[in-house]
Structures are given as structure tokens and as C-alpha cells.
């Protein structure tokens, strides 16, 4: 049984940073990807990052290139989403989610199997 527990978030001034954490488990292989997704109120869901476990290939929304990073703490066996120079658009529920195989060549096109409750990340002054 495959289950992916997130953690983090919080309140945070704009160009502030926060971490998210993911932690995945029940895969049978190393061969699985991890995707961060994020839902803003009244909006669509949408993915913002995604890590091949594999290799750590990784893939990243164009609203989010060049302030977030996603990478393993592999002491933590933990998928690590670093957000940076946070912008009050980045307000949202963020959901960690797993499955099978690698990230999307096109982000947008990542589809989960497995999901995180969510945990709500604020940027406000």
C-alpha cells in the first residue's frame, strides 16, 4: 500500500521561503516519480514541480522556475519542495502525490496515482 504524507507549510511574508516535505512509501522500486501540486482557492489544480526518483530528473511550472527546487534528503527519505522569494499567487494548498514510472516530458501533463492530504502554505504581508 503506497502512501505519501506531506508536511510544512505555514504563513510566510512575500519573499519569504518555506519547505515542503513529502514522504512516499510502499513502492516496490526506486522507479517512481514525485510530483508537488497546488490548488489556490477558486482555482484548478495544477503541478508546480516533479522528481524522477530514479535519476532526480526534475521538472518545474513556468510560474515557479527559478524560485522553487525539489530534491531528495535521502536521510529523511524525503522529497524536498524549497520554495524561495515567495509571491502572494504562490498562496495555496499544497499536495504531495506519487506514481509510478517518471515525471511527464510536459509537466502539465503529470497525473498522480497516490496523494497527500494537502497542507495550506499562506503569503501574505
Known amino acids: 500500500q503506497v502512501q505519501v504524507v506531506e508536511s510544512g507549510g505555514g504563513s510566510v511574508q512575500p519573499g519569504g521561503s518555506l519547505s515542503l516535505s513529502c514522504a512516499a512509501s510502499?513502492?516496490?522500486?526506486?522507479?517512481?516519480?514525485i510530483g508537488w501540486f497546488r490548488q489556490a482557492l477558486g482555482k484548478e489544480r495544477e503541478v508546480v514541480a516533479c522528481?524522477?526518483?530514479?535519476?532526480?530528473?526534475?521538472g518545474f511550472a513556468d510560474s515557479v522556475k527559478g524560485r522553487f527546487t525539489i530534491a531528495r534528503d535521502n536521510n529523511k527519505s524525503a522529497v524536498i519542495l524549497r520554495m524561495n522569494n515567495l509571491k502572494p499567487e504562490d498562496t495555496a494548498t499544497y499536495y504531495c502525490?506519487?506514481?509510478?514510472?517518471?515525471?511527464?516530458?510536459?509537466?502539465?501533463?503529470?497525473?498522480?496515482?497516490?496523494w497527500g492530504k494537502g497542507t495550506p502554505v499562506t503569503v501574505s504581508s
Open positions: 502525490a506519487a506514481r509510478p514510472g517518471r515525471c511527464t516530458a510536459v509537466l502539465s501533463s503529470f497525473r498522480a496515482d497516490y
Open positions: 510502499g513502492f516496490t522500486s526506486g522507479y517512481y516519480a
Open positions: 522528481l524522477s526518483n530514479i535519476d532526480s530528473t526534475t
